[in-house]
C-alpha cells in the first residue's frame, strides 16, 4: 500500500460496492490493483460489509486494517473548537469556513436558527457551550448548533440546580448573562469566583455593574482596541456604567468554570476590581481604596 498526504483521506459514497471500492483506492494509488484486495475480502468474508463513510488512513496501515476499518464503518471524526469568550459571529464564521459541515441554511439569522434549535430564549448570543466538537463529515450545521446549545442548557441546569442561596438573579438567563461578563473580565480562572463576588454584590446594593466589556459589546464594531471615557458615558443597551442591572444578553460564550462562579461567587466584601497589569486583580472594599489602586496598577502604565 502507498499512503501519503495526498490520497491519506478518502470518501465512499453511499452504495458502492467492493468492485468499485477497489477500483477507486487504485485510482488514487493506495492500492496497486484490485485483485488481491477482493481477495483479502471474500476470504474474510467481508466483500458485503464495506460501509459508506469519510476515512482518514495512516501511512502504515496494512491491506487487511484497511479492510477492517472499512468494514466497521470506522469514519475519520473532524472537529470545531468554539473558544470561551468568543460570540455568535464567531461561531457562525468557524462553520461556514469549515468544509466537512453540511452547510443546510442560506443565512444564520438569530431568529431562525433560535426556531430549528428549539431554544427557549429570545437573543442568540451567549447560548453555546466553548468547546471541541467532533463530527462525521457532513454533519449539518443545525445538528451542530443543537449540540452545542443543549450542552450549554444542560451545564447551566446543572449549577442553577446546585447554586449558592440569595442571589439576585431571577432565572437561568441572568445567571448567563453574569457568566458572560465574568468570562470577559477574566484572564486567571482562580479570580472568577471572586468576581463574581464583587458582581453579586453590586446588583444587590443597586450600583451599576461597570464593566468594560460589557460597554466594548455594545459599541460592535465602532470599538477601535481603545475604550475612551466618553465611551463609557454613551449610553448603549449593553453599558453597565449608564445603566443599573445586568444587560439584557450574554456578552460571549462562557466557560463551564464561569457559569459555576456565577452561581457559586465568592463571599467578599469587596464592591470593585482593577487590573493590575500580570493578569490578576486587585479587589477593594472601598472607593477610597479602589481609587488607590487605581492610581497604583493603571495611571502608572
Known amino acids: 500500500m502507498n499512503v501519503t498526504e495526498d490520497n491519506a483521506s478518502f470518501e465512499i459514497k453511499s452504495g458502492s460496492n467492493l468492485t468499485q471500492i477497489t477500483n477507486q483506492l487504485v485510482e ?31 501511512k502504515n496501515i496494512t491491506p487487511l486494517d484497511l479492510l477492517n476499518m472499512l468494514a466497521s464503518g470506522k469514519e475519520s471524526l473532524f472537529s470545531m473548537t468554539l473558544i470561551e469568550g468568543q460570540t455568535y459571529d464567531d461561531l457562525i464564521h468557524l462553520i461556514k469556513s469549515n468544509k466537512h459541515i453540511k452547510k443546510t441554511l442560506s443565512n444564520y439569522d438569530a431568529s431562525t436558527i433560535l426556531k430549528l434549535i428549539h431554544a427557549d430564549v429570545s437573543y442568540i448570543e451567549g447560548i453555546f457551550f466553548p468547546d471541541s466538537y467532533y463530527f462525521y463529515k457532513n454533519t449539518s450545521d443545525v445538528d451542530i448548533l443543537k449540540n452545542a446549545h443543549n450542552i450549554l442548557v444542560n451545564k447551566l441546569s446543572f449549577y442553577w440546580e446546585n447554586r449558592s442561596d440569595d442571589l439576585p438573579y431571577d432565572d437561568m438567563y441572568d445567571a448567563l ?22 458582581f453579586v454584590n453590586r446588583l444587590k446594593k443597586g450600583m451599576p455593574l461597570q464593566s468594560d466589556p460589557t460597554v466594548i459589546y455594545g459599541m460592535k464594531d465602532n470599538f477601535n482596541g481603545n475604550l475612551r471615557r466618553k465611551d463609557l458615558r454613551q449610553d448603549s443597551s449593553h453599558n453597565t456604567y449608564t445603566r443599573r442591572g445586568l444587560p439584557p444578553t450574554p456578552i460571549a460564550f462562557p466557560s463551564q468554570s464561569s457559569i459555576e462562579a456565577a452561581l457559586n461567587p465568592a463571599i467578599t466584601d469587596a464592591y470593585y476590581f482593577v487590573a493590575m497589569g500580570d493578569g490578576r486583580h486587585y479587589f477593594s472594599k472601598t472607593l477610597k481604596e479602589h481609587n488607590w489602586a487605581v492610581r497604583k496598577y493603571q495611571k502608572k502604565r
Open 28 to 58: 488514487m494509488h493506495v492500492l496497486e490493483d484490485s485483485f488481491r484486495f477482493k481477495l483479502l475480502s471474500f476470504m474474510f468474508g467481508k466483500s458485503e460489509s464495506l460501509k459508506r463513510g469519510h476515512y482518514q488512513l495512516n
Open 177 to 198: 448573562i453574569m457568566a458572560s461578563i465574568i468570562e470577559k473580565e477574566v484572564l486567571l480562572k482562580e479570580e472568577s469566583p471572586m468576581v463574581a463576588g464583587v
